[in-house]
Nanobody
Framework: QVQLVDSGGGSVQSGGSLRLSCAAS????????MGWFRQAPGKEREGVSC????????YYADSVKGRFTISRDNAKNTLYLEMNSLKPEDTAMYYC??????????????????????WGQGTQVTVSS
């Protein structure tokens, strides 16, 4: 049974920082990709960032590149998202996700919600101006 548990969200002022965590258990893919998605009220869920199991490949949405850093600790089965220089438009529910990785995955495929089979429950991030 796969379980993803998100944590670390909160309320910060513009320019502040937060670190999200996702504790994973039960994943049995030969190779996997893990990612962070976010969904603001009235908007579609969008891919923020993702990382392969080795950590050798990472992708970022253009809107967060240079401000967010994704990482994972495979020994602890934990995924992280370090978020700096937060903006009000970053306000959303953030979800971690896990899916099977294929070698041909492009950035677009890797940041598509259709690539992922398992989802965390979400953690709210609110950035005030």
């Amino acid at each position: 049974q796969v379980q993803l548990v998100d944590s670390g969200g909160g309320s910060v002022q513009s320019g502040g920082s937060l670190r999200l965590s996702c504790a994973a258990s039960g994943l049995t893919f030969d190779d996997d990709v893990m990612g962070w998605f976010r969904q603001a009220p009235g908007k579609e869920r969008e891919g923020v960032s993702c990382i392969t199991r080795s950590g050798g490949t990472t992708y970022y949405a253009d809107s967060v590149k240079g401000r967010f850093t994704i990482s994972r600790d495979n020994a602890k089965n934990t995924l992280y998202l370090e978020m700096n220089s937060l903006k009000p438009e970053d306000t959303a529910m953030y979800y971690c996700a896990a899916g099977r990785r294929r070698a041909y995955y492009t950035k677009a495929i890797s940041l598509s919600r259709n690539t992922y089979d398992y989802w965390g429950q979400g953690t709210q991030v609110t950035v005030s101006s």
